[in-house]
């Protein structure tokens, strides 16, 4: 398998890392929001791992079309984190990035 030495599966891993950091500091209370944002990088991930290995064009773009619109909602709710102050600015850029950096990779990855 070579899903794991692509570039976008190690940013997928390194956005798992970021909001599994950010979680953490999540206050209680938020626990819809951790639990939302940790199925959605999830799903970065698995969809991303699932889609390399279909053997179909048509069933490879399905699930990287799936990864990149979990990517888009781990970008929101980087937002709300933000916006509710539970995370700060720099964590906030570093994790938008990442999603925008991700959501851009996985248009070009399934074309």
């Not at 190690?10 to 206050?27: D, I, T």
């Not at 991930?45 to 490879?60: C, H, I, P, R, S």
């Not at 799936?66 to 888009?72: E, F, L, N, T, V």
């Amino acid at each position: 398998m070579q899903f794991d030495n692509t570039r976008i599966y190690q940013q997928a891993l390194e956005l798992a890392s970021l909001s599994q950091s950010v979680m953490g500091g999540f206050p209680r209370g938020y626990g819809y929001l951790a639990d939302q944002l940790r199925r959605a990088t999830s799903s970065v991930v698995l969809n991303f791992a699932e889609g390399y290995g279909k053997q179909t064009k048509a069933d490879q773009r399905r699930f990287f079309i799936i990864a990149r619109g979990s990517a888009c909602e781990v970008a929101a709710v980087f937002d709300l984190a933000y916006r509710f102050e539970l995370i700060g600015e720099e964590q906030y850029g570093i994790g938008r990035e990442l999603c925008d950096h991700l959501a851009r990779m996985l248009t070009q990855f399934r074309s």
